[in-house]
């Protein structure tokens, strides 16, 4: 993340690191996504220089681009960053409370972009050079001082050619924004603000967002979710992410939400849960492949040709007899050696190195590493399948 505040005014120079100018100011392209396209350059006579974006070769630090790239005009659909947006600007929010925008947010995803605008004590603060200084006194006075972020998802940049900013109606423009980017936004505001987002999405929308927050948010959002509501977004979550978020919450309110899932999502979790209570459990993963003994090679070519996605969760597919104890092991290239009418278990490994939800990730990881294995099986007292650890969970 970059902040024009800290590149307006860098030293530009050469591939050669000769003197060319400072950076007076930038120019995107008024789109929804904001692209950087040209950067306006004030050399040591004061003669203003715009030229491509696409020169820069170094944007952090000094400013390195290459010299002999040619003069451009503004077009049409362009605007200043620090003369449009950063200059006096200000925010309509909701049609009557004003606010101004005291930064402008950059991104490079993959090439630089407007992520949003900072209209916040924090952003002026940086702006004049003191933002450290009020980190300090905030701590000192025990008064922890939040960033103020609009993503630029809800700015409506073509408003800036009329000298103001217009916000959009966030209903119907939070949707536009990537899961993962809303819920970067989010996780550099307060917790007031993630709520007040977080309650005008649909649930498949909130859960997406909800999944990639920072544990905190999360356990927080939870908490003030009612149970039908947490019940209908954990539904939505990955199960390792939904034990994850239920483990924060006390028994009575865990317990709660738990009835209201599905009987196979109950289950699954109630499982994760007890398993994330062993020595081994928060590296123990459900994602593997088993087959019956008796299954031909065909048979089994033609389930995963059915779960392409299960199928590629590990090189090895592993054996359970009719009771569903573990009894053998082989890998996809092993499989693919074999005829299409050849039963798994005329070629499976027969002595397997096993561990169990009482094992310590350290014997696991040495276990691993003398018999030049890249995962083990985890098995319960009956023998029976409870998951697998792979070496990079247990990586001293």
């Not at 050696?337 to 561990?355: G, R």
């Amino acid at each position: 993340m970059l902040y024009f505040s800290e590149l307006k005014g860098k030293s530009v120079v050469d591939l050669n690191d000769s003197y060319i100018g400072r950076l007076d100011d930038l120019v995107f392209k008024s789109a929804p996504a904001a692209p950087v396209t040209k950067l306006l350059v004030r050399t040591p006579s004061g003669e203003q220089h715009l030229l491509q974006f696409s020169a820069v070769k170094k944007i952090n630090g000094t400013i390195k681009i290459d010299s002999s790239a040619p003069r451009v005009n503004l077009e049409e659909n362009e605007l200043f960053v620090g003369k449009n947006i950063a200059d006096q600007q200000v925010i309509d929010i909701s049609g009557s409370k004003m606010v101004r925008v005291n930064d402008v947010v950059f991104v490079q995803h993959p090439t630089l972009r407007i992520s949003g605008v900072d209209v916040g004590l924090l952003g002026l603060m940086r702006w004049v050079g003191i933002e450290d200084q009020l980190f300090r006194l905030a701590r000192f006075i025990g008064k922890p001082i939040s960033p103020r972020f609009l993503s630029w998802a809800d700015v409506a940049p073509l408003e800036l050619a009329r000298g103001r900013v217009m916000m959009r109606k966030q209903e119907t423009n939070l949707k536009k924004l990537n899961p993962e980017d809303l819920a970067g936004h989010l996780d550099r505001t307060n917790i007031r603000n993630v709520r007040r987002i977080v309650n005008l999405l649909d649930e498949n929308y909130a859960a997406e967002v909800i999944n990639n927050l920072n544990v905190t948010f999360q356990t927080t959002l939870f908490k003030s979710f009612s149970p039908e509501r947490a019940a209908k977004i954990l539904e939505l979550l990955d199960p390792d992410e939904s034990v994850d978020i239920l483990m924060t919450l006390d028994r009575h309110a865990r317990s709660k939400i738990l009835t209201l899932l599905a009987l196979d999502k109950q289950s699954e979790i109630n499982e994760l849960i007890h398993i994330s209570r062993t020595p081994i459990g928060d590296a123990v993963s459900l994602e593997f492949y088993e087959v019956g003994a008796d299954w031909t090679v065909g048979k089994v070519k033609q389930k995963m040709r059915a779960e392409p996605e299960s199928s590629m969760q590990s090189l090895n597919v592993y054996v359970v007899n009719q009771d569903d104890s573990l009894v053998g092991v082989f890998d996809l290239f092993e499989l693919l050696e074999q005829s299409d009418d050849t039963p798994v278990y005329k070629f499976m490994i027969q002595n397997l190195i096993t561990i169990h939800l009482s094992t310590p990730k350290e014997l696991a990881w040495k276990k691993m590493v003398k018999y030049k294995l890249g995962s083990l099986p985890v098995i319960d007292n009956e023998k029976k399948l409870v998951g697998v650890v792979r070496w990079f969970d247990v990586l001293p």
